[in-house]
């Protein structure tokens, strides 16, 4: 069972470009939550999603940032015209149904912007 | 709004020594949910130890053991006999029980060097 696959590993992206980051939750789980690692930070929770919709979305910033995770494929979290101060950790984690805290985390992307 | 304040950026222990990391948090909730995440230089965020609010008992997970102190809103991480692999960026995470999904609060995390 795989585990959350979260690509690209890098990404490195001039300033004014798209970003676009994929994760694949776990077999069997309808939750995908991401998050925010900037430098030297913890995790700073963006968006969670279930299948078609976003639930809570208090974290996203509110401009460039856009998430999704429809009914067929992985969840895309979309950052549009890219500037320095996105560059960031930036992990999935996916969780089941009706289970408290079944959490397991990507790898993450870490975004470069140059 | 709830904050996770993690004081020590950075520690150090000797292999085989014991370490405590400190964690504080504030919140107003009595139900909750405690953690502590491990991130080696991989960037894998890691599950070492999860206590719920309302147990008295504090979680122990093998060399990995909690004291939690509710009412000074204290959760520190004790690592015993600690190991070379034990190196890496740990985070205090909190999350409340109010909600019914798993939105999840981090400390800044403190960075764990292991000296052979």
């Known amino acids: 069972n795989a585990g959350v696959m979260q690509n690209p590993r890098h990404l490195v992206r001039r300033r004014g470009q798209e970003a676009r980051l994929r994760c694949s939750p776990m077999?069997?789980?309808?939750?995908v939550y991401w998050y925010r690692q900037l430098p030297e930070e913890g995790l700073k929770f963006m968006v969670y999603l279930q299948k078609e919709n976003i639930i809570d979305e208090s974290g996203m910033p509110k401009e460039r940032f856009s998430a999704e995770f429809p009914k067929e494929g992985p969840s895309i979290l979309r950052i549009q015209q890219v500037v320095r101060g996105d560059s960031a950790a930036y992990f999935c984690?996916?969780?089941?149904?009706?289970?408290?805290?079944?959490?397991?985390f990507g790898s993450g992307t870490r975004l470069t912007v140059v | 709004a709830q904050t996770v304040t993690q004081s020590q950026p950075e520690m150090s222990v000797q292999e085989a020594e014991t370490v405590t990391l400190s964690c504080t948090y504030d919140t107003s909730e009595s139900d909750y949910y405690l953690f502590w995440y491990k991130q080696p230089p991989s960037r894998q965020m890691i599950l070492v130890i999860r206590?719920?609010?309302?147990?008295?008992q504090n979680a122990t997970e093998n060399r990995f053991s909690v004291n939690f102190q509710k009412a000074a809103k204290s959760f520190s991480l004790k690592i015993s006999d600690s190991q070379l692999g034990d190196a890496a960026m740990y985070f205090c995470a909190y999350r409340s029980a109010k909600t019914s999904y798993d939105k999840v609060i981090f400390g800044p995390g403190t960075s764990l060097s292991v000296i052979p």
């Open positions: 206590q719920e609010a309302y147990k008295q």
């Open positions: 077999k069997g789980h309808s939750h």
């Open positions: 984690a996916s969780s089941p149904p009706n289970r408290v805290y079944g959490y397991t």
